[in-house]
């Protein structure tokens, strides 16, 4: 609903992930794997992993500093930050944290939760708040430390993740340049990917149960979940384009979460999207959950490859399972 005639720009971009890389052959040592089988199944080389000494919330406020200096903004401009996370610091949030860190004095700030469909459904919430004329200036973060959550043991799904945070300004601007969206959610699949709270029951009295349990690691059907992205992501790209009025000719850049180099090139050639319009970088990064559409756009922005004005497909996917594209052109000139 755009009933203020009030429209969005995407004004600034950030990153930060952490310093330890560990690589293909790192894991070959942890688990009985290869360099071959994981570059080969999934394009990955390395990832990086926070150490015990790196908070979420440090690398969610770095990206989010460097977005609001890309943006020619102060930390006290901004009016509310919103933390896409699934791993945050604390069950209670973490925003309120980066608020802090990064001095936005003036912001209201929450978590979103949408695993690593999280920065596009936070992109799409962002934007509701711009469009009733509640806030102009929006921070929006999407930071995963998966790395905290992976069973070390599994060779199926430890060789997928990594950490990092990225970050971009959403402002109130004259034209509107988010062209059209769509989200999706599906719970009767949630048992394909999830990273879920097991009960252990505590007896408080002789009528009165308590449940004290703690975090599994992340379980994941890897062949349900590539089945999943590789049909619902370019209906739901399909979908966000017809909102748009537009074909996917039209598409500068195909910007998909980066959870497996297989997926991203089945989407393109779904959506007729030559490989050349793909970014990807989970090479170097491997799947860093809301973290990863956000890195990987800041990364094209800075190296010059993504231009103002260009035309953005985004689309995020994963645990909820959830689902969701965003049409956007890049930058507010
Ligand atoms: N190294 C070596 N072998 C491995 C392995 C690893 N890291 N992980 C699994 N294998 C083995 C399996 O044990 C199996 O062996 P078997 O045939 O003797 O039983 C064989 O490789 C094939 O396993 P399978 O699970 O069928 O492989 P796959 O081709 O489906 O690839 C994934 C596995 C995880 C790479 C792939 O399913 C995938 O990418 N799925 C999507 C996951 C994803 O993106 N999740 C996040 C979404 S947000």
Request: aromatic letters at 6%; charged letters at 20%.
């Amino acid at each position: 609903m755009k009933n203020l005639g009030l429209g969005i720009a995407i004004a600034g971009s950030g990153s930060a992930t952490p310093t330890q890389v560990l690589s293909n052959d790192d894991l070959s040592r942890i688990v009985d794997t290869s360099d071959e089988w994981i570059s080969s199944r999934t394009g990955i080389k390395n990832r990086r992993i926070a150490s015990n000494e790196e908070s979420l919330a440090d690398l969610a406020a770095r990206a989010g500093q460097n977005a609001i200096a890309a943006a020619g903004l102060a930390a006290d401009d901004i009016d509310l930050i919103i933390l896409a996370t699934s791993t945050s610091d604390d069950l209670f949030g973490t925003a309120a944290r980066v608020q802090h860190l990064i001095g936005a004095t003036q912001a209201a700030a929450f978590d979103l939760t949408a695993a690593c469909s999280g920065f596009v459904f936070g992109l799409v919430t962002a934007s509701q708040f711009i469009y009733t004329g509640a806030y102009r200036n929006i921070l929006l973060i999407g930071a995963d430390i998966l790395s905290r959550w992976v069973d070390w043991n599994d060779r199926a799904t430890c060789i997928l993740f990594g950490d990092g945070a990225g970050a971009v300004v959403l402002q109130a601007s004259d034209r509107d340049r988010l062209l059209g969206f769509a989200l999706s959610s599906d719970g009767s699949q949630n048992q394909e990917l999830n990273l879920a709270y097991q009960a252990q029951p505590n007896p408080l009295t002789d009528n009165i149960t308590t449940s004290t349990g703690g975090y599994q690691a992340i379980t994941m059907n890897g062949r349900e979940v590539y089945r999943f992205a590789v049909a619902k992501v370019p209906d739901i790209i399909s979908k966000a384009l017809f909102r748009a009025n537009l074909e996917a000719s039209a598409i500068d850049w195909l910007l998909l979460h980066q959870a497996n180099q297989r997926i991203l090139d089945a989407v393109a050639s779904r959506l007729d999207i030559p490989s050349e319009k793909t970014i990807s970088n989970l090479a170097n990064y491997g799947n860093t959950s809301a973290a990863s559409i956000p890195i990987a756009l800041d990364e094209a922005v800075r190296s010059g490859k993504i231009k103002p004005g260009d035309t953005i497909a985004a689309s995020g996917f994963g645990a909820g399972l959830t689902w969701g594209a965003a049409i956007f052109q890049w930058g507010k000139e």
